[in-house]
């Protein structure tokens, strides 16, 4: 595809559950990057990849949440024992050149805790 | 925490004006770049402007920056309808790009 894809387009699941939501870069993208953004506010950085390596993590808010980018391309974002202030839309951006070049952004999962 | 404010946090104008929009920041920037989220298209990038540059134009937009106010402006001339929609800054430091909370702006035909 021409741009960033994110599956599923909207997740609702209880709270203390897990989620995986998943992220297809732009082909030849090395820098992937995840936020998360709530109503009214915008994007807020979750974790950057560059290549198969987490290059920040700092925007994670917790252990609960995890990500991974085993081939340096699709990226998984976990969630773990969710919470319902998990609840946002999860955006996933990637670019050719990290943080010196614009970013793609997908247009996001819908995740809704119950 | 959000850093690169915009304001203000909405405007409302008439289709032909332009559009003001300011956004400041507080730390050391690698550059500045600016989006536009409607509910049709998500996130899309606008314009970059980098920390040695003061002024830039695509199209329609012209931003500028200045590093010594930690300040930057998006200009939209002759405002369309199709222009409405939330405005993004994003401030791009050594590893992540730090987004503020949007300006919202309604064109109105």
């Known amino acids: 595809g021409a741009g960033v894809s994110q599956t599923p387009s909207n997740k609702v699941t209880e709270k203390g559950k897990y989620v995986e939501l998943r992220c297809d870069p732009i082909?030849?993208?090395?820098?992937l990057y995840w936020y998360r953004q709530s109503l009214g506010q915008g994007p807020e950085f979750l974790i950057y990849?560059?290549?198969?390596?987490?290059?920040?993590d700092s925007g994670l808010p917790n252990d609960r949440f995890f990500a991974v980018r085993p081939e340096g391309s699709v990226s998984t974002l976990k969630i773990q024992r969710t919470e319902r202030g998990d609840s946002a839309v999860y955006l996933c951006?990637?670019?050719?050149?990290?943080?010196?070049?614009?970013?793609?952004f997908g247009p996001g999962t819908r995740l809704t805790v119950l | 925490s959000q850093q690169g404010e915009e304001d203000p946090q909405a405007l409302s104008i008439q289709e032909g004006e332009n559009a003001t929009m300011n956004c400041s920041y507080k730390t050391s920037i690698n550059n500045l770049q600016w989006y536009r989220q409607n509910s049709g298209r998500g996130l899309v990038h606008l314009i970059l402007i980098r920390s040695n540059e003061r002024e830039k134009h695509s199209g329609r937009l012209r931003v500028t920056l200045d590093t010594s106010k930690k300040s930057s402006s998006l200009l939209i001339t002759a405002s369309r309808a199709a222009d409405t929609a939330s405005y993004f800054c994003a401030k791009a430091g050594y590893s992540t790009l730090t987004f503020g909370k949007g300006t919202m702006l309604l064109v109105s035909p």
């Open positions: 082909s030849g993208h090395t820098a």
């Open positions: 990849f560059q290549g198969t390596g987490a290059a920040d």
């Open positions: 951006a990637s670019s050719l050149r990290p943080l010196d070049d614009e970013q793609f």
